[in-house]
């Protein structure tokens, strides 16, 4: 019934806005930035889903993670709030089942994806995110099973400052510790410089809390430099370099309720290059290298006991890739070759290292003027699991310039973790040398409408995830342990309407609404075991953003609801009104606001109504 209601209210709400359509306002055409081809939005064959600068500007969101709830099909699972710690993933997949991209860098965290999110990427310097749903291996390879998140960032255009500081609290006082005042607040500085020939930015921040329960305050500092170089109108050249380090209070994060004074210390080190050349009209090359380095350090005793419970980890992994493009009167060629090496030294689990290298190739091609193909594979061999191969496909046939049919058949594979493989924290969890690397066959059809300022999207699939990883048991007594639980399958609907009307010279309204129904059944398992992660996906989630702008004035209105396949069903809303000055710009948020009790991972529940005041200059 549930289903019903939120399908027949989107589908409503896409009705109203085609009426008023006169009144739009144009969209700008997005350019979809894959590692060989580049294709406009409106003529992706895959189901992508983008938020952009203009949008992230406006959300009560300063992290990364607080920009990622409010996107349709993504399941952000905090433990830590305002950027803390959260694990992702896509359309009912695990937390390690997608990949995250920095301008097409893969971030893969070969320890656990626990810390995949881990990154120094200032909200101001992001241009957009594109979200791409469904096994991606032929484009983006390795651990791409349910999906992939891009994270494109800004090349500027003039040169400026920022200075953004903010503090909020929830009014709340710390009974079981201090009795101080819950509270956070934070301080950043950047600067552009935007030559003819060059550009750079360069990021820096500081936030801190007491956090809004006992044992959750947190501290991290981040540094984020971007680089850009135009070696002539054919070659350029861009790097990047980050580094965070982020301590917090781990109260219930891993093992409640013992866990209750834990402490966790995370640094992340990410550093890329790349350039693009164009050697004619028809072949463009794209090479790449990038290395990222974690240190995990988690004290179960909290900061006060050193001397026992506590996991160092550090890892490396280091990766190259070389991407190249060709163009002929019947289509488009597109190949590439990546190599990552992949270590760890761990005090519970050891002291390994893995190489992975992949082959990519595409054709796409316009059979005639409305029926565009992309056929594509990826070839990999891991040390561990030797040779694998992943065929994908799709096609989109354009019935008018606004109404789009699209269809895809894709596969994809996820590596165990070394946590899956060699974790020893007997009597807790024990890892399983073992386990087979997990794959994932899906089927999607869909349409998609785009007019003017008004864009609907509709689209169903087919998943089946065979050597699904669980952390599994017999007995209370006995530790958790990885295995091969079964294959999930899982059947899935989704929706999403945007609109963007003017109201009058001054004043603009825009609304985008979302909506996912996902059906999973594990099978092939085992009854009589207990289970970490079955079936803990999102059953029904609504997305939903409405925003009123007048000259400078804005007013956002994000409303969440979410039902889990097992826990309880929540609504969060939140909301922004900000005013710019000329440079300045004065932003209130408000988070929670109806003050709804909910949980995302375990049992740790997330902060009630949070409010917070702020203020930026930005001269760029």
Known sequence: MKQFYF?????FSAALYAQTENDSITMNELIINENRFSTPLSKQNRNVYVIDKAEIEKL??????EILQYANGVDIRQRGPFGSQADISIDGGSFEQTVVLINGAKIIDSQTAHNMLNLPIPAEIIERIEIIRGPAARVYGINSLTGAINIITKKPTDSGVLLSTYAGSNFEKDADNTNNTFYGSGLQLGGVLSKEKHQHSLFVSHDKSNGYRYNTGFENNKLFYQGNVQVNSNNEVSGSFGYIKNGFGANGFYAAPGDINS???????????????KLSDKWALTPRVSYRYNFDDYRYFGNGNLSSGRSLHYTNSVAAELNTSYKTSKG????G???RNEDINSTSIGLHNRNNFGVYAEYRTTFFEKLNVNIGSYLNYNSDYNWQLYPGIDAGYALTDAFKIIGNIGTSQRIPSFTDLYLDQRPGNIGNPTLDSENAFQSELGFKYLKGSFSFNANYFYRNITNFIDW???VTTEPWQSQNFGDLVTNGLNMRSSYSTSLSAESNLTINLGYSYLDSEFKNIQLDVASKYLISSLKHQVTNTLNYQYNKFSVLFATRFNERATGATYWVNDFRISQKFNDFTVFVDAQNIFNTTYFEAGAIPLPARWCSAGVKFVTF
């Open 7 to 11: 399908s027949t209210l989107l589908l």
């Open 60 to 65: 009560p969101a300063r992290s990364l993670n």
């Open 263 to 277: 402490h966790e210390v995370v640094q992340t080190t990410f550093a890329s290059v790349q350039s693009k050349h």
């Open 332 to 335: 488009e060629f597109g190949f």
């Open 337 to 339: 070759a990546e190599g």
């Open 472 to 474: 599994t048991r017999n």
